[in-house]
């Protein structure tokens, strides 16, 4: 689509609020991995963007939305509400996983159950009633399809994807739940290949460390690139009514066996460096290992791709391929967001 036929396309959905010639889009975390992604993807548009994080956002340049950057805790009292004032859409990317760069940390906190859960009840909470009521586009996880193996985080997602669920029930917003599958790849904008495990993985190829799993490599996994996961938040808004309401899997579709994407990925880490690949290894599960490291859940995108037109873009070996060169440049400013 053109811009113009975007800012069409969100008017024909009822994004904006009466009289409202640009739709205001807030991002929250939107310094993030994912969060930096939809910030590009949302800067092309003609629309007010605020994005709000906790760290430092990067804004592209020649970008044609009106941006505004705000630079706020989020889990201060108060700071969710300032922040989505005025909103005719919000995009809901923030979260606290834990650790400081590692796949993965153990355990959860208070300040992890306020992000994770507690932002979402401000949320919904502080938003007043409107004719038209605000878009929320919620980022959750594919994990929350299964039932079994459920760690805290997922079950956090589940508990805000709830919070979400009644209060669209209640007319008070049109709430969206995209359920990601696993996320890896580069960030246009700062270069971060974040903190997932393919991230992990090929910082410890660059740095000649065997790639370890907790399993025989026979687990599969959905992997999508960061960029095709902000093409899906824009539909998202593009197609709210359509999709109000509703917990949307989104992904590639292929189901990846994790012993050979690791095996690739050490291939492609070596082509960057000029030594050997590094072996891929079982090895004994740490303790804070969950049911659902052990299994593969196996869920169908095809209701969100007729419901928008969305389709994943990257290939996964493209893809793979910058997540080594990345890693290979500069191991350490990689794992950043």
Same mark, same amino acid.
């Given at each position: 689509?053109?811009? /113009?036929?975007?800012?069409?396309?969100?008017?024909?959905?009822?994004?904006?609020?009466?009289?409202? $010639?640009?739709?205001?889009?807030?991002?929250?975390?939107?310094?993030?991995?994912?969060?930096?992604?939809?910030?590009?993807?949302?800067?092309?548009?003609?629309?007010?963007?605020?994005?709000?994080?906790?760290?430092?956002?990067?804004?592209?340049?020649?970008?044609?939305?009106?941006?505004?950057?705000?630079?706020?805790?989020?889990?201060?009292? &108060?700071?969710?509400?300032?922040?989505?004032?005025?909103?005719?859409?919000?995009?809901?990317?923030?979260?606290?996983?834990?650790?400081?760069?590692?796949?993965?940390?153990?355990?959860?906190?208070?300040?992890?159950?306020?992000?994770?859960?507690?932002?979402?009840?401000?949320?919904?909470? $502080?938003?007043?009633?409107?004719?038209?009521?605000?878009?929320?586009?919620? #980022? $959750?996880?594919?994990?929350?399809?299964?039932?079994? +193996?459920?760690?805290?985080?997922?079950?956090?997602?589940?508990?805000?994807?709830?919070?979400?669920?009644? #209060?669209?029930? &209640?007319?008070?917003?049109? /709430?969206?739940?995209?359920?990601?599958?696993?996320?890896?790849?580069?960030?246009?904008?700062? !270069?971060?290949?974040?903190? =997932?495990?393919?991230?992990?993985?090929?910082?410890?190829?660059?740095? &000649?460390?065997?790639?370890?799993?907790?399993?025989?490599?026979?687990?599969?996994?959905?992997?999508?690139?960061?960029?095709?996961?902000?093409?899906?938040?824009?539909?998202?808004?593009?197609?709210?009514?359509?999709?109000?309401? =509703?917990?949307?899997?989104?992904?590639? +579709?292929?189901?990846?066996?994790?012993?050979?994407?690791?095996?690739?990925?050490? =291939?492609?880490?070596?082509?960057?460096? !000029? &030594?050997?690949?590094?072996?891929?290894?079982?090895?004994?599960?740490?303790?804070?290992?969950?049911?659902?490291?052990?299994?593969?859940?196996? #869920?169908?995108?095809?209701?969100?791709?007729?419901?928008?037109?969305?389709?994943?873009?990257?290939?996964?070996?493209?893809?793979?391929?910058?997540? #080594?060169?990345?890693?290979?440049?500069?191991? !350490?400013?990689?794992?950043?967001?």
């Amino acid at each position: 689509m053109q811009n /113009g036929q975007t800012l069409k396309s969100l008017a024909e959905f009822d994004l904006c609020s009466k009289g409202c $010639s640009k739709p205001r889009v807030v991002v929250l975390g939107a310094s993030g991995f994912l969060g930096s992604a939809v910030i590009s993807e949302l800067a092309l548009l003609p629309i007010q963007l605020r994005a709000v994080a906790r760290s430092r956002t990067l804004v592209p340049e020649g970008a044609q939305a009106d941006i505004e950057v705000c630079t706020v805790d989020l889990a201060e009292p &108060g700071a969710v509400t300032k922040a989505v004032d005025g909103a005719d859409a919000i995009i809901h990317l923030a979260a606290d996983i834990g650790g400081e760069g590692a796949w993965r940390a153990a355990g959860s906190s208070e300040r992890q159950e306020q992000v994770n859960v507690g932002l979402m009840h401000e949320l919904v909470g $502080s938003l007043p009633s409107r004719e038209i009521p605000p878009v929320v586009v919620f #980022a $959750s996880t594919l994990q929350a399809e299964s039932a079994t +193996g459920q760690n805290v985080y997922v079950q956090q997602k589940v508990a805000a994807e709830e919070a979400l669920g009644k #209060a669209t029930a &209640g007319g008070v917003v049109r /709430g969206v739940v995209l359920r990601l599958s696993t996320l890896y790849g580069c960030s246009v904008l700062s !270069g971060s290949t974040g903190r =997932g495990v393919i991230a992990a993985m090929a910082r410890r190829a660059a740095a &000649g460390e065997p790639l370890t799993m907790w399993h025989d490599g026979s687990v599969k996994r959905d992997l999508l690139h960061v960029s095709d996961a902000a093409r899906a938040f824009v539909a998202s808004l593009r197609h709210a009514e359509a999709l109000s309401g =509703g917990r949307w899997v989104v992904g590639t +579709g292929r189901m990846e066996r994790l012993g050979e994407v690791f095996t690739t990925l050490a =291939g492609a880490v070596a082509e960057q460096t !000029g &030594g050997q690949p590094v072996p891929v290894v079982s090895v004994d599960p740490p303790d804070y290992a969950d049911a659902g490291d052990f299994h593969t859940v196996d #869920a169908d995108p095809t209701a969100f791709r007729e419901a928008t037109r969305w389709r994943p873009r990257v290939a996964l070996r493209d893809g793979l391929d910058a997540v #080594a060169a990345a890693a290979a440049k500069d191991p !350490g400013a990689s794992a950043r967001l």
